[in-house]
Structure formats: structure tokens, C-alpha cells
Nanobody, 122 residues
């Protein structure tokens, strides 16, 4: 499975940004997908995840109410809509695929995409 992420950039606090991640390869549509983020000198932290069918969704506490994960099953693309961005949201965001939603932890991810930088200025 290959994951291609895009959509990062430099924005101001309070702005919105949307990340995209397209999964391709054998059985790619069967994986739960999600996003993690990693700030400099910090560990990679969970942001949000969505089940293979696009029904089950989980958002991390720090982004609850501001970020929304969704999935377009037709092209196997997952989106992360980020609203009301804060400076503390600055990080490299990584797309991830896991066997199940339960496996959506940094140590149990099956596939990682390349990171995309999100920088929020004050």
C-alpha cells in the first residue's frame, strides 16, 4: 500500500487547511486510515482516524471540534479538514494506514505516507 499525502502549508492562527491522502495498491481500500503529527523533538501523536468504510471516526482530544476526518471511497482518499488552527497545531502531519481502527496507534501502523508540513503562525 502506498500513501500519498498533500495539502500542508503556512497559515495564520484561526485559518483553515485541508490535508489529503490517497491510498493505492493491493487491498488499500480495506485499511483504516488516519493522521498523526509530530512536532520537533516530540513523539508522533494521533490526530484522527477513519474506518475502511468511512463510517467509524475518532478524533484526538486536542483537535476535537476543530478537525474533521472524512473519506471518499470512490478514490480511496482521506481528508483532514482543519479549522480554527492554532500555533500548537504546527507539526509534520503523517498519513497512516492500519489493519483496523484498534491498530491506529503509532506502533501498530502498517503503512506511513510521507509527511506534510503544517505551520501555523500567530
Amino acid at each position: 500500500v502506498q500513501l500519498q499525502a498533500s495539502g500542508g502549508g503556512l497559515v495564520q492562527a484561526g485559518d483553515s487547511l485541508r490535508l489529503s491522502c490517497t491510498a493505492s495498491g493491493r487491498s488499500a481500500s480495506n485499511y483504516a486510515m488516519g493522521w498523526f503529527r509530530q512536532a520537533p523533538e516530540n513523539e508522533r501523536l494521533f490526530v484522527a482516524a477513519i474506518g475502511w468504510a468511512g463510517v467509524s471516526k475518532v478524533h484526538g482530544d486536542s483537535v476535537q471540534g476543530r478537525f474533521t476526518i472524512s473519506k471518499n471511497k470512490a478514490n480511496n482518499t482521506v481528508y483532514l479538514e482543519m479549522n480554527s488552527l492554532k500555533t500548537e497545531d504546527t507539526a509534520v502531519y503523517y498519513c497512516a494506514a492500519a489493519q483496523t481502527m484498534t491498530d491506529m496507534t503509532a506502533r501498530r501502523i502498517s503503512y506511513w505516507g510521507q509527511g506534510t508540513q503544517v505551520t501555523v503562525s500567530s
